[in-house]
């Protein structure tokens, strides 16, 4: 109820604040000073709550078009109107009142542009965790600057407000020149500013590389943990960042976009981003006796040449999709794979892994998935809906449920009597080729939302329903507060079994049970959902009542996909990296 009366004040004042402005445009055309005035204080009033108390409306305002850019347009339209209809001015004091306010507009124009064109000037190298001195930091301007650059800047005009007043009580322009003049200073020292800071960056982005060579030169680090992808597949390093940090080894994590770089999950470990290929081939590598590739990329081709490195290919997840049995896989000198699963993968693809390159590690980064039973449950059933994304154009159609069958899973999870709870946490790539996907992902997230759910989750706390889609929770983190997981032919499964819980995989293909179960072995143990979802309120009956028919069946599964629990995976990830090292 509170959140309702305070969108509904939220409104009023937006509603008050766009009549003050029209309110102001008239006055100044007419030359009302009173009205004028008290519009002004209106708009005042308004401008700040928007920007404080309420902003959430404020943001709504801006996306109906009617942001502070526009509305400051306006207010300085009216204090022209004003002057030009209530004083005599003279040509000087009319070419001042007109060009003053455009010229503080023109410094933000340009300063928006010098910013842009700052932050898209790529260092040759960043780092995290290594101290390059100045030459490993993009240089940031005074913060006072950076408070009203770019397009805030126009904000310095309110005080053209109480000016205008001044010059029709006064019939004299000389009140708004003398203010005009005095934010256009102002403006031209945040200009100033800022023109400094981007001069500063382009000379510091020299002297990055050489620092960056004396570090590896003394550091000496002994494994890299490899991504050359974009900051949208960030996840798939995010995964290996624990288990290198605990490998015991001097290790660096090295980057190829400095997207990803910003996106990067926290580490303790050096990072290191080097974007073009000719600077990143000049870093000297001679210390490194490993490298660890988590995707198949074009870009890996500047650290495969290193011939005194082995070359390991270490993925970011084991699945029964064709993605994890890429031929480009030939070129790795090992490729490490959880369990016997991913050994017989590559066997049957037969895309040119040797048998005796195939390394078995188990999965070191489910340390913290606690398995079935040791743990006492207070908390509501919970169903984690967790499909994969689209593909690309040449992936098989039937891979992910989410377009065919997601909002029957949905709407049958959230109409599920007795009640559970539901947490959709996609695929971070969801909708990112398929149009259609990211359409039915949208309207899942309205029917979740339309049901009380939080559709921006951060938290696995309390009872309601939860979109995950954020870094944050982690999807390992989503697994702790699972009691049954419906998901695709996927990692993700993988992954899972690691609880021991049960699991549904969707069949939206139709295939026969026993062909599916055949074709994608990570649904051995899995309860089968067809594309009509009818399934699901049977399964969700059994597993309630604790009658799991498949327990037995996931307990030998997870021997197979992901090893056995004696060394742990974490032990045998170590001992790897050892044997390579040595």
Not at 99 to 109: D, E, F, N, S, T
Not at 349 to 357: K, N, P
Not at 520 to 537: H, I, K, N, V
Request: charged share 20%; hydrophobic share 45%; with cysteine.
């Amino acid at each position: 109820m509170f959140r309702i009366i305070r969108g509904e004040r939220g409104l009023a004042v937006a509603g008050v604040t766009l009549l003050g402005y029209g309110t102001m445009v008239l006055s100044g055309m007419l030359g009302w000073v009173i009205l004028f005035a008290a519009s002004a204080l209106v708009v005042i009033v308004g401008e700040v709550a928007l920007a404080t108390r309420f902003a959430s409306v404020g943001v709504l305002v801006e996306r109906a078009g009617l942001g502070p850019t526009v509305r400051w347009l306006f207010r300085d339209l009216s204090v022209v109107l004003l002057v030009i209809s209530t004083v005599d001015p003279g040509i000087a004091g009319a070419v001042m009142t007109l060009l003053l306010p455009a010229g503080l507009w023109a410094l933000a124009v340009g300063t928006t542009t010098l910013q842009r064109f700052a932050e898209r000037t790529p260092f040759q190298a960043q780092t995290r965790n290594i101290d390059l001195g100045v030459s490993g930091r993009r240089p940031a301007p005074p913060r006072w600057a950076q408070r009203v650059a770019g397009l805030r800047m126009p904000l310095l005009n309110f005080l053209l407000l109480p000016a205008a007043v001044a010059a029709a009580l006064t019939d004299g322009a000389a009140p708004v020149g003398a203010t005009g003049l005095l934010t256009l200073t102002a403006g031209l020292v945040v200009a100033g500013a800022l023109a400094i800071n981007w001069r500063r960056g382009r000379g510091g982005a020299l002297e990055t590389l050489p620092a960056l060579h004396s570090w590896m030169t003394r550091v000496q680090p002994e494994v890299a943990l490899y991504f050359a992808g974009p900051a949208k597949d960030v996840y798939q390093v995010n995964m290996w960042l624990a288990p290198v940090e605990a490998s015991g080894r001097r290790a660096v994590v090295l980057l190829r976009n400095e997207q990803a770089f910003a996106a990067l999950a926290d580490t303790r470990l050096p990072v290191v981003s080097v974007p073009a290929g000719v600077d990143f081939m000049n870093l000297e590598f001679t210390s490194l006796r490993v490298a660890l590739y988590v995707a198949n990329v074009g870009a890996n081709i500047h650290l495969l040449r290193e011939p005194g490195v082995r070359h390991v290919f270490v993925g970011h997840g084991d699945s029964d999709k064709q993605a994890s049995v890429n031929p480009y896989s030939k070129v790795y000198d090992e490729v490490w794979v959880a369990g016997r699963a991913g050994r017989e993968r590559y066997e049957r693809a037969a895309v040119g892994v040797r048998d005796e390159d195939i390394v078995e590690i188990g999965r070191p980064q489910l340390a913290g998935v606690r398995t079935f039973g040791s743990e006492a449950v207070t908390r509501p059933f919970t169903v984690l809906y967790a499909p994969t994304w689209e593909g690309w154009l040449d992936d098989d159609l039937y891979h992910t449920s989410l377009v065919l069958m997601g909002e029957r899973i949905v709407r049958g999870l959230l109409q599920s009597r007795p009640e559970v709870r539901l947490i959709y946490k996609p695929h971070p790539l969801t909708g990112s080729r398929s149009p259609k996907a990211k359409a039915v992902h949208e309207r899942m997230v309205g029917l979740i939302r339309a049901a009380g759910g939080d559709p921006e989750a951060t938290s696995l706390d309390g009872s309601r329903h939860l979109v995950v889609t954020g870094r944050v929770p982690a999807l390992f983190d989503c697994f702790n507060q699972t009691d049954l997981l419906v998901s695709d032919v996927s990692s993700v499964v993988s992954d899972f079994v690691q609880s021991q819980r049960p699991y549904v995989v969707a069949n939206p293909g139709g295939l026969p049970e026993d062909e599916f179960r055949r074709k994608y072995p990570t649904a051995r143990a899995a309860y089968l959902l067809s594309s009509d979802a009818g399934e699901l309120e049977k399964v969700l009956g059994l597993t309630r009542a604790g009658d799991d028919p498949m327990a037995e069946a996931r307990r030998e599964l997870k021997t197979y996909l992901l090893g056995p629990d004696e060394p742990n995976a974490m032990e045998r990830f170590r001992a790897e990296v050892a044997r390579l090292c040595a």
